[in-house]
Structure formats: structure tokens, C-alpha cells
Nanobody, 124 residues
Framework: QVQLVESGGGLVQAGGSLRLSCAAS????????MGWFRQAPGKEREFVAA????????RYSDSVKGRFTISRDNAKKTVYLQMNYLKPEDTAVYYC?????????????????WGQGTQVTVSS
């Protein structure tokens, strides 16, 4: 069993930056692939970024590529999402997710554990 707790959300102006953190419990964090997803009001949850168990592979959605960076620290059992050059359309609840397979997956249904989410609001 893995529990995930996100933090770092908030209100920021367009062009600003935020760093989200996701702290995990459980002994097997280092073997899990991790992902960030987001859900805006009235929309489906969508893929943002993912990182393999070792951190050696990462994937990003086209909408955030070049602006967001996902990373992980297995010793601290934490995954991060550095978000730069934020836009109003990035406004959403951001969720951290863990996948027992250590390999990256973009499909929301392939993740086994989810955090409670953290709100990110970007003002224009």
C-alpha cells in the first residue's frame, strides 16, 4: 500500500513558477513509476508528466513540454513537478499517482494509487 500527499499548490500570476511535491509512504516507492495528472473544472483528468522508477525516463504532455520538469528523489520518497512559465490554462487540481510497474504510462487508468490533489490557480 502506498499513500501519496501532494503539496506546493497555490495562486500565481501568469509567467510565474510553482514546485509541487508528492511525498509517498511505503517501502517500495523506488520501484514505482510516478505520474502527475491534472483536472480542470468540467474536464476529464489528463496526463501531465511521468517518470520511471529510476528517473531515467520521463514523458510530458505536449501542453507542458519545455515548461514543466518532473523529477524524483527515491531516498526521500518524493516526486516533484517544477512548473515554469505558467499559463491560465494550467489552472487545475494536480494529482500525484503511483504505478506498481516501474515503467511510464500515460493512461490514467493504469495507475494504482492517487493523492488527494493540490489546487493550482494561475491568474492572467
Amino acid at each position: 500500500q502506498v499513500q501519496l500527499v501532494e503539496s506546493g499548490g497555490g495562486l500565481v500570476q501568469a509567467g510565474g513558477s510553482l514546485r509541487l511535491s508528492c511525498a509517498a509512504s511505503g517501502r517500495t516507492f523506488s520501484s514505482y513509476a510516478m505520474g502527475w495528472f491534472r483536472q480542470a473544472p468540467g474536464k476529464e483528468r489528463e496526463f501531465v508528466a511521468a517518470i520511471s522508477w529510476s528517473g531515467g525516463m520521463t514523458r510530458y504532455s505536449d501542453s507542458v513540454k519545455g515548461r514543466f520538469t518532473i523529477s524524483r528523489d527515491n531516498a526521500k520518497k518524493t516526486v516533484y513537478l517544477q512548473m515554469n512559465y505558467l499559463k491560465p490554462e494550467d489552472t487545475a487540481v494536480y494529482y500525484c499517482a503511483a504505478r506498481q510497474s516501474g515503467f511510464i504510462e500515460l493512461d490514467v487508468t493504469h495507475y494504482d494509487y492517487w493523492g488527494q490533489g493540490t489546487q493550482v490557480t494561475v491568474s492572467s
